[in-house]
């Protein structure tokens, strides 16, 4: 089963507002990170936060975790055409050898 | 630069015929993985392998087998047994400490096999 749910599916904004997704996942994590993929390419590891962080940020990307509401928001700042793509979240659970993807959320900026 | 990379980056299989993905990673990684994407289903794994001459199936193994006779190296191949092999397949490694992914995974840029 999915361990990480994305919402939501699919996000369309013009350049320069703030994009916001959202992560929910069911069980106690390890870390939770953030992917980013472009059409027909690899995914990108973009942010990695761990289960005893509340918040981080790297460029324009801000990540915040709420452990209690087994949650995670992924804030991208003034988007860019550029950052057109698909957003994954991955999650690091205990006891387990692999990540579990979730479905991604599809995001569209227009100029 | 360091990297990992897949090859071919289009196949295309006819019925009834094996084919062999190529993953290679110069990155020192211990653990490599085999995801297949579907359009709408996200990644599902396939195989991984944390150690040479060692790997696991994952959750969609049937159909496929893998080798890791080499630390560099992962290949997949798609037997005729998968009746629906036609999708986007992504290789990837990390180093391992701790837990499944402490520095993230790094993807190689995937191979997309279709059926003809």
């Known amino acids: 089963s999915q361990q990480g749910e994305e919402d939501p599916q699919a996000l369309s904004i013009q350049e320069g507002e703030n994009a916001t997704m959202n992560c929910s996942y069911k069980t106690s994590i390890n870390n939770l990170q953030w992917y980013r993929q472009n059409s027909g390419r690899g995914l990108v590891h973009l942010i990695l936060?761990?289960?005893?962080?509340r918040e981080k940020h790297s460029g324009r990307l801000r990540v915040t975790l709420d452990t209690s509401k087994k949650s995670s928001s992924l804030l991208i700042t003034a988007s860019r055409a550029a950052d057109t793509a698909s957003y994954f979240c991955?999650?690091?659970?205990?006891?387990?050898?692999?990540?579990?993807f979730g479905k991604g959320t599809m995001l569209l900026v227009s100029p | 630069d360091g990297g990992i990379t897949q090859s071919p980056k289009y196949l295309f299989r006819k019925e009834g015929q094996n084919v062999t993905l190529s993953c290679e990673q110069n990155?020192?990684?211990?653990?490599m993985y085999w995801y297949r994407q579907d359009p709408g289903q996200g990644l599902r794994l396939i195989y991984y392998s944390q150690i040479v001459n060692d790997f696991q199936k994952g959750d969609i193994a049937e159909g496929y087998s893998v080798s890791r006779e080499k630390k560099e190296s992962f290949p997949l191949t798609v037997t005729s047994a998968q009746k629906n092999p036609t999708a986007f397949y992504l290789c990837?490694?990390?180093?391992?400490?701790?837990?499944?992914?402490?520095?993230?995974?790094?993807f190689g840029s995937g191979t997309r096999l279709t059926v003809v």
């Open positions: 936060i761990r289960s005893n962080e």
């Open positions: 991955a999650t690091d659970v205990p006891g387990y050898s692999t990540l579990t």
């Open positions: 990155l020192n990684h211990d653990a």
């Open positions: 990837a490694s990390t180093l391992l400490w701790g837990g499944a992914s402490e520095y993230g995974y790094t």
